[in-house]
């Protein structure tokens, strides 16, 4: 639960208790009436509180767990979706997916990170953390796109590349820029959507693409606040300040042109409405894959490499 959400959640339950009375007494008037003077304050109450988040809050919904994670966007945006598994030199990754689908009447190649749903999930997915060999996979999938000219769909939500003293053995920091290597090399288009949080390395390792658009209420960040205030600070205790200065808001970094667009989310946020969501993701996907229908292998190589190119200046 979300500490500002308190009262809007406190709301919520009321009306659920009403609803169970209603359903058991339907001509009980007062209580229709109630329950339509609830859902208004309800609303009200959403839109104040969701059109004011600050940055903190925006990590805090970010991370929600009930958001719409990977196989939830694959699940219904992608047809015929085909996991491929394994990255040639040591092992799978549960962390990092991908595959080959339908989206729309496009064939693609779809990559991302899963968090899981439950703690079974979470820890078979690793947290969403990948390891070497989930980037290696991301490298495979990615010289796929680029052979068969298939347009690349990433979808970014990690914390992090997985600190391990494991995947530092095995070549954590080479897996990840082989693999933001892989995505500048790509022939294909690349769009990535930041769908939760855009941490670090382990997010840029498959968001250096065309296009990077952002959920409304998603993080992207060199660092989590609580690392970045450890550092600065010596003390986690100052997230919040870190998470004003490091400008990992979608509205921060739009302005700043690190990414391309915004995607609004519900009222309340992803979590409160995934197939919402999923559906607002789909259309802009869709939007901007457009924009390289009719551009050659080299004119989408030349304007992703502009692209970065252009950043801050």
């Known amino acids: ?79 015929d979706f085909t996991p491929l598994a394994g990255d040639r030199l040591y092992g799978e990754d549960a962390a990092l997916l991908g595959g080959i689908g339908r989206f729309g009447d496009r064939a693609c190649v779809i990559i991302g990170q899963e968090k899981g749903h439950d703690m079974n999930s979470r820890l078979f997915h690793n947290f969403g953390m990948p390891r070497p060999e989930g980037y290696r996979k991301a490298q495979r999938l990615l010289s796929m796109a680029s052979k068969f000219d298939m347009p690349v769909i990433s979808l970014v939500d990690t914390a992090g590349a997985y600190p391990g003293l494991g995947a530092e053995e095995r070549g954590q920091s080479e897996a990840i820029a082989k693999s933001i290597e892989s995505c500048l090399r790509c022939k294909s288009p690349i769009i990535s959507v930041i769908i939760g949080e855009g941490g670090s390395g382990g997010a ?101 490499e502009k692209r970065f190119v252009n950043m801050g200046s």
Not at 22 to 50: F, G, W
């Open 204 to 304: 840029v390792a498959i968001a250096s693409a065309n296009c990077v658009i952002m959920l409304e209420h998603s993080i992207y960040s060199v660092i989590s606040p609580e690392g970045c205030a450890s550092i600065l600070w010596r003390s986690a205790d100052f997230a919040k300040d870190a998470a004003e200065a490091l400008k990992l808001t979608a509205q921060d970094l739009k302005k700043l042109g690190i990414i391309d667009d915004i995607i609004a989310e519900p009222l309340g946020g992803a979590h409160r409405f995934k197939h919402k969501t999923i559906k607002s993701v789909g259309v802009a996907i869709e939007k901007h894959l457009q924009k390289f229908d009719d551009m050659s292998a080299e004119d989408i190589m030349t304007q992703r």
């Open 1 to 79: 639960m979300l500490n500002f959400e308190k009262p809007i959640l406190e709301l919520e339950g009321k009306i659920a208790e009403l609803e169970r009375i209603s359903s058991d007494n339907d001509n009980d008037v007062n209580i229709a009436d109630e329950l339509e003077r609830l859902r208004l304050k309800t609303d009200k109450l959403l839109k104040q509180t969701y059109s004011n988040l600050d940055a903190q809050q925006k990590v805090m919904v970010a991370r929600h767990p009930s958001r719409p994670h990977f196989l939830d966007y694959v699940k219904e945006l992608i047809v």
